[in-house]
């Protein structure tokens, strides 16, 4: 009986005494920051939730594309856009539009929440290319709801970790109706440039 029950313990032993699996490490999200007329603003992104969007908006930065571009729409209360128009308002070029992965992001717990950077689009869910919107306020009715045109949402890919403040800033700007679009800062809030910071 004694003899069985120290067989058992020199098999159970090694097996306790086993250091648990060592974890991975956490992988380095990558950040941007947004040079600002206003400020510096720094983003943080979310590559594994939402792989297509990160990599387009990563593409956008490496090309220069937000270089010379502006915050033109600006609702208080609500949220600034911009990264897609120049000061006079014209278009600037983009690529092809990506998919909205909103759908994925929202599940994983990306919300349209105070501070985070979501893709700005037209009223077709698949149309977001270069132009993204940061939200001043909570806004649930963005999220993702249901599969329907209506009820897509838009997707959230990363969020604000410096700078809130010259986002806060740029919300208080006058604005005018302007060229058929409302909500036009009347004094052009520019994006200087927006660079690529190195992983941490």
């Known amino acids: 009986m004694i003899r069985s029950l120290l067989c058992t313990l020199a098999l159970t032993l090694p097996l306790a005494a086993q250091a648990p ?17 206003y400020g510096p603003v720094v983003v943080e992104l979310e590559p594994e939730l939402a792989p ?14 937000y270089k010379g571009t502006i ?12 990264g897609g128009m120049l000061e006079n308002l014209d278009e600037k070029p983009g690529r092809a539009a990506i998919l909205n992965e909103a759908p994925q992001t929202f599940k994983a717990g990306l919300k349209n929440t105070r501070g985070t950077l979501a893709m700005a689009r037209t009223g077709t ?8 919107y940061i939200n001043l306020v909570d806004n649930p ?8 045109e209506e ?3 838009y997707c959230v ?10 986002v806060d800033k740029i919300a208080k700007v006058k604005t005018e109706w ?9 004094f052009p809030v520019r994006i200087k440039d927006a660079l690529l910071l190195p992983a941490q």
Request: a positive charge; hydrophobic letters at 40%; charged letters at 15%.
């Open 21 to 37: 699996a060592p974890q991975p490490a956490p992988v380095a999200k990558p950040r941007v920051q947004l040079l600002t007329s």
């Open 52 to 65: 297509q969007t990160v990599a387009n908006f990563l593409q956008y930065v490496k090309d220069g594309h």
């Open 71 to 82: 915050f033109h729409r600006v609702i208080e209360g609500f949220m600034i856009q911009g």
């Open 125 to 132: 869910p698949h149309s977001a290319t270069a132009q993204f």
């Open 141 to 148: 009715l963005l999220d993702h709801r249901n599969m329907s």
């Open 151 to 153: 009820g897509y949402g």
């Open 157 to 166: 890919f990363g969020r604000v970790i410096a700078g809130m403040d010259a």
């Open 178 to 186: 302007r060229r058929g679009m409302g909500d036009i800062p009347q």
